[in-house]
């Protein structure tokens, strides 16, 4: 029998990412899924980035991962959300090239060192008592391993619908996984169902443009990578038009005829992606939704209408596209669809995404119960650098709350779970100061460096840029100066007698490296991007010496470790209710426990006293 120490089911977002995580920590790992041309697809809308998810890239890039590096390839229009606020809570977004992002992924998966590409469906796994052992492949083919993590996405008993009509597939175009979920049905994991959809895509030739607004991407584009320079494909610019009376007329008549309202599906769908009929329906005081025209591809004339996902039938589809001004005559090249899926409740995962109950089985991205690419990603890193570690009989490496989105977004589906498609926001990470998008080198890269994931590239670069803001923080913090002298360098400071070192002064909103200069001449010689991140350190550095204390004490709580057979149920003083969630929960740490709905300061110190003492 074949064997390989990591196995990766499925070749999407999260699958590309645990697969060259895998192979990055230099254990053999093999990519199984169901088309090798399918590595790599967008199943949705053609973009990557946004509020909170363009944070999850940059970490991603920051591990070495490959998202954040095929995004800026096949990027046809960049644009920082949030320019006009703090760099905490900007979000690096691009409209991708569908075809080249593919292309790009697909040749990054191919030329990567130990990973090879297998295209089967994978329907039943080996197992060895309660560990993992392998897979069975629907040609009969047996691979074993040490590992495997399962990236199903849509696919685990995937039904597509489109008005009334309902037929099984993973996406459109793809078969749904039956097999495997029947298989993961016999392990007794607690398992639902979740929907999603999305808009019928339109032909570009058949829109009039002309009257339209037209929105260009950003002049200096700011790219996902800390690799990229440049951005490579021509850029492009997106229409934008608005439903109407006439459309929201049309939809409301035919609510009854949706997938989604008509009752076919069962499935709780994302909140924050709502269909057209969700918004008609929640926001029914609003005359007009937006709608973004986003070209999908620069080789071909296909429109993603980002705001009207919809179950709708076709014929419906087609008079309320028709109904929105610029669409009168538009082509429908592909209906929109709503598809239900089987989703795993991401609390019976330890934070590595490993299977409390099934050792080396670990599951990552949308079959956890997530939304979107990126999400995705950061789920099949976390997983792929938690398999090698497996395979080497080494420690879990736990992501925190304090040094990461990723962090953020595991602990929350492992220790709350998710009612809904869980998608990833800035306001979810309580250290959203430290956790910046800008920054996201200056938290990981390190720790990649020491799990030995990152590439001699990047570690490269990486050292060269730590040891220039080193160099440019030091030089900006050896000397004091008098507010007398900052008012005449044009540093508008209050004659407090204070004196303050250049980092102090960049902490001030406005003030810039420029404008020390006369005072510190060595500045004139610093590369731009490191003003920039001198900059943004100083800004936040006094926010963040605050929230020390706070990190200081989620960190402590993190290193509390719960032992997996920790006896909840025998702890006196604990409510039945608490005892039957924690029991319910098994929470690997202290923190976790701390963030189990209902729990208290008091039944944490018993939790903690009992710690203490041993089970
Ligand atoms: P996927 O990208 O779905 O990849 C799954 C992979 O597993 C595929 O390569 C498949 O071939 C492979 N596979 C499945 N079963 C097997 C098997 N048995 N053996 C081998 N290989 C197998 N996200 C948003 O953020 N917003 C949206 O509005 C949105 N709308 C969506 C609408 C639709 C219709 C769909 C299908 C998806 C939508 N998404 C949306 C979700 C987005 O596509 C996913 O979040 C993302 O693709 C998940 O990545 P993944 O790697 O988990 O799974």
Known sequence: MKHCDVIVIGGGHAGCEAAHAAARMGVKTALITLKREGIGVMSCNPAIGGLGKGHLVREIDALDGVMGRVADKAGIQFRLLNRRKGPAVQGPRAQADRKIYREEMLSETE????????????????????????????????????????????FLRGVIHIGNIARAGGRLGDRPSVLLAQRLETFGLPMGRLKTGTPPRLDGRSI????????????????FSFLSKSVSARQIECGITHTNSQTHDIIEKNLNRSAMYGGHIDGIGPRYCPSIEDKIVRFSEKESHQIFLEPESLSDHTIYPNGISTSLPVEVQEAYVHSIKGLERAEILQPGYAIEYDFIDPRSLRPSLELKDVQGL??????????????????????????????????????????????????DLTSRGVSEPY????????????????????RLTKLGLDLGCIGEDRKAIFLEKMEQLD??????????????????????????????????VLAFPNVHVEDLQSLIPELCDMAPAIRVQVEYDALYATYISRQANDVDALKRDE??????????????????ELKQKLVGARPTSLAQAARIDGMTPAALALILARLKRGN
């Open 208 to 223: 009039d443009w002309s009257g339209l607004e037209m929105q260009p991407g950003d002049e200096n584009p700011v790219l």
């Open 559 to 576: 290193r509390h470790a719960i032992p997996s057979d920790f006896d909840f149920a025998s702890i006196i003083g604990l409510s039945n």
């Open 111 to 154: 030329c990567r060192i130990g990973l090879e590409i297998l295209e089967g469906e994978v329907i039943d796994l080996l197992m060895q008592g309660d560990r993992v052992c392998g897979v069975v492949l629907a040609d009969g083919c047996e691979i074993s391993a040490d590992a495997v993590i399962l990236t199903t996405g849509t």
């Open 423 to 442: 998608r990833m926001f800035t306001s979810r990470a309580e250290f959203r100061l430290s956790l910046r998008a800008d920054n996201a080198d200056q």
């Open 471 to 504: 160099r440019a923080k030091s030089i900006l913090s050896t000397t004091t100066y008098t507010p007398t002298q900052l008012n005449a360098a044009g540093i508008g400071v209050s004659q407090d007698g204070k004196r303050r070192t250049g980092l102090d």
């Open 362 to 411: 670990f599951l990552a991205g949308q079959i956890n119960g997530t939304t979107g690419y990126e999400e995705a990603a950061a789920q099949g890193l976390v997983a792929g650098l938690n398999a090698a570690h497996i395979v080497r009989g080494k420690e879990a490496i736990v992501f925190g709350r304090s040094n990461s989105y990723i962090g953020v977004m595991i602990d």
